[in-house]
């Protein structure tokens, strides 16, 4: 299975080109077309669609307005190969419009993780699976008698 995901932009070309010089993904030019942009990389395709796809996916008045930031209601984790990745894609953000959220922290999970936006103020994480030396896993948000990590049951724990 692929994923494809997309983002509806004002400005198709400009969004590929942040996450382009962000990521180092290759444009998908196969997909290319007057509404669509798209990069590619392992198996998925990250999508930049123009404003005019609102009217060809019967979604009109669901477009975001202008004036008023879109809530998140979802948001793309791209997965890098390690913490130092995390930290120079953190580090880079701003100076090709985006902006950082968080800075790179631990998470309770053990990953490495920021929390950004790109120049349109859609949200995105970057995240390894790994911490950097020295950097300890946050607490649990549930405190104690959290479920442990993994754990796949709503079972009570001890």
């Known amino acids: 299975m692929k994923l494809w995901f997309n983002l509806l932009c004002r400005d198709m070309e400009a969004q590929m080109r942040f ?3 962000l990521l180092g993904w290759q444009e998908a030019e196969a997909s290319r077309s007057p509404i669509y942009r798209a990069l590619e990389s392992e198996g998925v ?4 669609n123009a404003q005019p796809a609102y009217a060809l996916l019967a979604l009109e008045d ?3 307005v202008p004036t008023l930031a879109a809530p ?3 948001y793309a984790t791209f997965m890098l190969p390690t913490p130092d990745a995390v930290d120079d894609v953190a580090d880079r953000v701003g100076a090709l419009g985006g902006r950082v959220i968080r800075m790179p922290y631990a998470t309770y999970y053990g990953q490495w993780q920021a929390v950004l936006t790109d120049p349109e103020q859609h ?4 995240s390894a699976h790994t911490l950097p030396s020295g950097a300890v896993a946050a607490p649990h948000p549930g405190g104690r008698g959290a479920p442990p990590l993994g754990a796949t049951s709503d079972a ?3």
């Not at 395709?45 to 930049?48: E, L």
């Not at 949200?123 to 970057?126: E, Y």
Request: charged letters at 10%; zero cysteines; a positive charge.
């Open 45 to 48: 395709q990250f999508g930049f």
């Open 156 to 158: 009570p724990t001890s």
């Open 19 to 21: 996450y382009q010089a």
């Open 123 to 126: 949200v995105f994480r970057i």
């Open 72 to 74: 998140v209601t979802a």
């Open 62 to 64: 669901r477009a975001p």
